[in-house]
């Protein structure tokens, strides 16, 4: 009984931590967020941080997961509205794209998230996000719909340019006008995968 006490007060620490870490590496950036004013928020030590998460970095690393989780979660619902398997997949690949004119996905996940965390490619979940890409080429694949090719490179170069028109929106003074470039430009090298083309 002990343990679980212990392990619900854990989990409830590092979840007070994660959502005050996210209200301001949001509103002030990473660099300019101080561990000791975070903790202060939600009435706790620095120990309690470094516990959780080993230092400053750790802890955007857990933020950036959640919002990266959360945005796969939003891009599924709505390829799962979509007709049949490819338009599911293209409906995806824009929803994230679109997600890049949310202030705290601009932010965290595209402009802090490279600049502290390294190659978005390598987070863990990006990974997932692949794995889940590269069942979805394969199904087309099998159907017909996807030309015959390495499902893994397929589903990276699919992900890589989302990512990258992401990152693209992100740092652009005008993002709302390059988002619509981008997704005509997203759907354009996309339809190279079609095995007939319409």
């Known amino acids: 009984m002990a343990g679980e006490r212990r392990s619900k007060m ?10 005050a870490a996210r209200h301001v590496f949001a509103e002030k950036g990473y660099a300019a967020t101080s561990m000791d004013d975070l903790t202060a928020m939600v009435g706790l030590t620095r120990g309690a941080l470094y516990h959780n998460f080993g230092d400053k970095r750790g802890l955007l690393l857990a933020v950036v997961n959640q919002i990266d989780g959360e945005m796969a979660a939003h891009a599924a619902a709505v390829g799962s509205r979509a007709d049949n398997g490819w338009d599911a997949l293209m409906a995806e690949g824009v929803a994230y794209i679109e997600m890049a004119l949310k202030p705290e996905v601009q932010r965290i996940v595209l402009l802090d998230g490279p600049a502290v965390l390294g190659d978005p490619s390598q987070w863990p979940s ?3 996000c692949l794995q889940a890409t590269v069942r979805k080429v394969e199904d087309l694949m099998a159907q017909g719909i996807i030309k015959p090719i390495d499902a893994e490179a397929a ?8 990512l990258n028109a992401a990152l693209w929106i992100a740092a652009n003074d005008h993002p709302q006008d390059v988002l619509k470039k981008a997704v005509e430009a997203f759907r354009c090298l996309a339809e190279g995968l079609l095995a007939v083309r319409n």
Do not use: D, P, V, Y
């Open 10 to 19: 854990m989990e409830e620490t590092r979840g007070k931590l994660i959502s």
């Open 126 to 128: 990006q990974s997932n």
């Open 155 to 162: 589903a990276r170069l699919l992900s890589g340019a989302a």
